[in-house]
């Protein structure tokens, strides 16, 4: 089953195409990569799957349910999306624990006044810092976090999204747009352990990712885009092989 | 010497009103980031609210202050709701949120105009209940003394709301960041939603010991709105300490500029303050 489908999917900036009719499938439980060239549009992709931009013409749909046109940002959490961004955004002047914490945060305004997180919380935050190894940090401001620092910040924040005990918004399908760039290989190796875990745990990942090497590792499926066209598809080995594929690379 | 205690005294009392309707403009503008000045509309809401049950009605001191808090904050909640919220959605300008709150200010200064009429009015009762206490060579009234420790108790409450609960933490996801607190599943809309109302019952309480003290006219919301948000600007816009210090240096500088000068200087200097603020010091005093 697909997790999430894109029909004839436009987006448009001032009359520049940055997805140009494109129909693509992220299949349930499996890792999805997303390759093409610098401006191809891909992020701007997993910007409308996160339904932070409107698309200008198109359909998506999310685990077989009926077809919308588009997504609201304040939805994305019920549909089980979650994402990390190419530039970091953090709660930059909150503590790297209440990064974290206002994931599980009570939706109700009253509970939230006067009711204290639970030793569950408690326990899940902990958990997600000690897995990317941030828990020391826990009292420092994200602001003042080191460039590597802060991108594993925002992949445990995008794991506290699952098992979160409101409004079932237990996260299945994550978009990662280049975790990995910039980053140390030790940091590296935690990543990828994420994102194998999350496939194992039958979540659906979308990996955006220039490293080839790391596409071949992780992925199941790949994706070329080229000027917000699909350019190829298949299995990460054949694709990658394949003439125009490394001529969109190279040809830049 | 001996006016010097008493030009502390006013000063203080100055500065803790500047500083209700800053803490208040303050929460607002950092969980949106706009300039709310339909803000100060609020203090008139309030106000007017507590002349109506209170001297009209004839009800009851505090119960009428309890609901006319709540009702400024309904409003400003309604405000947010019907207006704000909207222009939120279609991603208007900040120009736009400008007019508008500028707009809603005049209208609602001249909805309690129309029911009230432009008189002033003062809610205390003739002189006999207010005791007068000296301290330390300065004279305050009970009203005063009440302005003050509102003052305080509004900045703690706020801050342990920031500092402590589920709630302030969601707040400041949203200050810092509204598009990744949707993202993460905050309801911003319904947190934005109780920023207004907590915001605007905070107006509406400045409004009420306002009236208390010097009296209520419905054009005041724009007066008090100015200095709220000086203080605002000069204590470092969105810290809420920052507020605080600013309404009082603000509160300060007018009543010793007056006692130098005349009163007519008042509110130049606030303005002169404002200026060397923002020439010399532009992220104010806590710089954020
Ligand atoms: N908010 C925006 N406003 C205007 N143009 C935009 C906007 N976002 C993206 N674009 C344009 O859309 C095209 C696709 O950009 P996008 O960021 O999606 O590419 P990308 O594949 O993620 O590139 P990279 O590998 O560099 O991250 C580019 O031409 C870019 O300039
Ligand atoms: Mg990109």
């Given at each position: 089953?697909?997790?999430?489908?894109?029909?004839?999917?436009?987006?448009?900036?001032?009359?520049?195409?940055?997805?140009?009719?494109?129909?693509?499938?992220?299949?349930?439980?499996?890792?999805?990569?997303?390759?093409?060239?610098?401006?191809?549009?891909?992020?701007?992709?997993?910007?409308?799957?996160?339904?932070?931009?409107?698309?200008?013409?198109?359909?998506?749909?999310?685990?077989?349910?009926?077809?919308?046109?588009?997504?609201?940002?304040?939805?994305?959490?019920?549909?089980?999306?979650?994402?990390?961004?190419?530039?970091?955004?953090?709660?930059?002047?909150?503590?790297?624990?209440?990064?974290?914490?206002?994931?599980?945060?009570?939706?109700?305004?009253?509970?939230?006044?006067?009711?204290?997180?639970?030793?569950?919380?408690?326990?899940?935050?902990?958990?997600?810092?000690?897995?990317?190894?941030?828990?020391?940090?826990?009292?420092?401001?994200?602001?003042?976090?080191?460039?590597?620092?802060?991108?594993?910040?925002?992949?445990?924040?995008?794991?506290?999204?699952?098992?979160?005990?409101?409004?079932?918004?237990?996260?299945?399908?994550?978009?990662?747009?280049?975790?990995?760039?910039?980053?140390?290989?030790?940091?590296?190796?935690?990543?990828?352990?994420?994102?194998?875990?999350?496939?194992?745990?039958?979540?659906?990942?979308?990996?955006?990712?220039?490293?080839?090497?790391?596409?071949?590792?992780?992925?199941?499926?790949?994706?070329?885009?080229?000027?917000?066209?699909?350019?190829?598809?298949?299995?990460?080995?054949?694709?990658?092989?394949?003439?125009?594929?490394?001529?969109?690379?190279?040809?830049? | 010497?001996?006016?010097?205690?008493?030009?502390?005294?006013?000063?203080?009392?100055?500065?803790?009103?500047?500083?209700l309707?800053?803490l208040g403009?303050?929460l607002?503008?950092?969980?949106?980031?706009?300039?709310?000045?339909?803000?100060?509309?609020l203090t008139?809401v309030g106000?007017?609210a507590?002349?109506?049950?209170?001297?009209?009605?004839?009800?009851?001191?505090?119960?009428?202050a309890v609901l006319a808090i709540v009702f400024a904050g309904f409003v400003g909640y309604?405000?947010?709701?019907?207006?704000?919220?909207?222009?939120?959605?279609?991603?208007?300008?900040?120009?736009?949120?400008?007019?508008?709150?500028?707009?809603?200010?005049?209208?609602?200064?001249?909805?309690?105009?129309?029911?009230?009429?432009?008189?002033?009015?003062?809610?205390?009762?003739?002189?006999?209940?207010?005791?007068?206490?000296?301290?330390?060579?300065?004279?305050?009234?009970?009203?005063?003394?009440?302005?003050?420790?509102?003052?305080?108790?509004v900045?703690?409450l706020?801050?342990?709301?920031?500092?402590?609960?589920?709630?302030?933490?969601?707040?400041?996801?949203?200050?810092?960041?509204?598009?990744?607190?949707?993202?993460?599943?905050?309801?911003?809309?319904?947190?934005?939603?109780w920023v207004f109302f907590i915001g605007s019952a905070i107006a509406g309480l400045s409004g009420i010991?306002?009236?208390?003290?010097?009296?209520?006219?419905?054009?005041?919301?724009?007066?008090?709105?100015?200095?709220?948000?000086?203080?605002?600007?000069?204590?470092?816009?969105?810290?809420?300490?920052?507020?605080?210090?600013?309404?009082?240096?603000?509160?300060?500088?007018?009543?010793?500029?007056?006692?130098?000068?005349?009163?007519?200087?008042?509110?130049?200097?606030?303005?002169?303050?404002?200026?060397?603020?923002?020439?010399?010091?532009?992220?104010?005093?806590?710089?954020?």
């Open positions: 089953m697909d997790a999430i489908r894109t029909k004839e999917l436009h987006k448009h900036f001032s009359g520049v195409a940055a997805i140009d009719g494109l129909s693509v499938a992220f299949e349930q439980g499996k890792v999805t990569g997303v390759v093409g060239p610098n401006g191809s549009g891909k992020t701007t992709l997993v910007n409308v799957l996160s339904g932070m931009l409107p698309p200008t013409a198109g359909v998506m749909v999310i685990g077989g349910e009926r077809e919308m046109k588009g997504l609201r940002a304040s939805d994305t959490a019920y549909h089980g999306i979650t994402r990390t961004f190419q530039e970091v955004r953090l709660f930059e002047q909150m503590t790297v624990l209440d990064n974290i914490l206002v994931v599980l945060t009570e939706r109700s305004v009253w509970g939230s006044l006067f009711e204290r997180h639970n030793a569950g919380h408690m326990k899940k935050v902990e958990t997600v810092l000690t897995r990317v190894g941030l828990w020391e940090k826990r009292s420092q401001l994200a602001h003042n976090l080191s460039y590597g620092q802060r991108k594993l910040l925002e992949i445990a924040r995008v794991l506290a999204m699952t098992h979160s005990d409101h409004i079932g918004q237990d996260a299945s399908i994550f978009l990662f747009d280049e975790p990995f760039a910039g980053l140390f290989p030790e940091m590296i190796k935690v990543i990828v352990s994420v994102i194998k875990e999350l496939k194992e745990a039958g979540k659906t990942v979308i990996l955006i990712e220039h490293n080839m090497n790391l596409i071949r590792e992780l992925c199941d499926h790949l994706i070329v885009m080229d000027s917000g066209k699909l350019l190829a598809e298949g299995k990460p080995d054949h694709v990658l092989a394949k003439r125009e594929v490394i001529e969109a690379y190279l040809g830049e | 010497m001996g006016i010097i205690p008493q030009i502390i005294a006013n000063s203080i009392i100055a500065g803790a009103i500047y500083a309707i800053a403009f303050n607002i503008y950092r969980t949106t980031k706009f300039f709310n000045l339909a803000h100060g509309a008139v106000g007017y507590m002349f109506f049950l209170y001297k009209e009605l004839g009800w009851n001191v505090y119960a009428s309604i405000l947010d709701k019907a207006i704000f919220r909207q222009l939120r959605l279609r991603k208007a300008s900040q120009m736009v949120f400008l007019v508008a709150s500028l707009g809603l200010l005049t209208v609602i200064q001249a909805i309690i105009a129309i029911l009230f009429t432009s008189q002033f009015q003062t809610l205390a009762n003739n002189s006999t209940e207010s005791r007068v206490y000296t301290i330390a060579g300065g004279i305050i009234t009970q009203t005063q003394a009440i302005i003050l420790i509102c003052g305080i108790v900045l703690a706020l801050t342990l709301m920031l500092k402590k609960t589920m709630f302030g933490r969601a707040v400041n996801a949203v200050s810092d960041d509204e598009e990744v607190s949707k993202m993460v599943g905050i309801h911003t809309d319904k947190i934005i939603g010991l306002v009236g208390f003290d010097t009296g209520l006219e419905p054009t005041m919301g724009m007066h008090l709105l100015l200095k709220g948000v000086i203080a605002a600007i000069i204590g470092g816009v969105g810290t809420m300490h920052g507020a605080f210090a600013g309404a009082f240096l603000l509160g300060f500088a007018e009543n010793f500029g007056v006692w130098q000068f005349s009163g007519e200087w008042k509110d130049a200097i606030a303005f002169i303050i404002l200026i060397i603020f923002l020439l010399f010091r532009p992220q104010g005093i806590f710089k954020k």
